[in-house]
Nanobody
Framework: QVQLVESGGGLVQAGGSLRLSCAAS????????MAWFRQAPEKEREFVGI????????YYADSVKGRFTISRDNAKNTVYLQMTSLKPEDTAVYFC????????????????WGQGTQVTVSS
């Protein structure tokens, strides 16, 4: 059983930066790949990116590639989403999710989800 709690969301101007955190409970965090998803109003949940359990590899959606960076600190049971050059279309609720097998956008493949944190980018 893993609980995930996102934090760090808020209001930021276009072009600005924001760092989200996802804190996990338990001693098995280091065995999970961690992904970020987002969901904008009246849109389906969208894959943002993923990081391997040891933090050695990442993969990002084209929409955020070059602007967002995922990292993790397994000693702190925390994964981060560093967002730069933010655009109004980045406005969404951001979720972290954990998996031991998935590598992509299939939401059904993820075992645990956080409650989400709101990111609003103003123009």
């Amino acid at each position: 059983q893993v609980q995930l709690v996102e934090s760090g969301g808020g209001l930021v101007q276009a072009g600005g930066s924001l760092r989200l955190s996802c804190a996990a409970s338990g001693r098995t965090f280091s065995t999970y790949r961690m992904a970020w998803f987002r969901q904008a109003p009246e849109k389906e949940r969208e894959f943002v990116g993923i990081i391997t359990s040891g933090g050695g590899s990442t993969y990002y959606a084209d929409s955020v590639k070059g602007r967002f960076t995922i990292s993790r600190d397994n000693a702190k049971n925390t994964v981060y989403l560093q967002m730069t050059s933010l655009k109004p279309e980045d406005t969404a609720v951001y979720f972290c999710a954990a998996t031991q097998t998935a590598w992509g956008s299939d939401m059904n493949a993820y075992d645990y989800w956080g409650q989400g944190t709101q990111v609003t980018v103003s123009s």
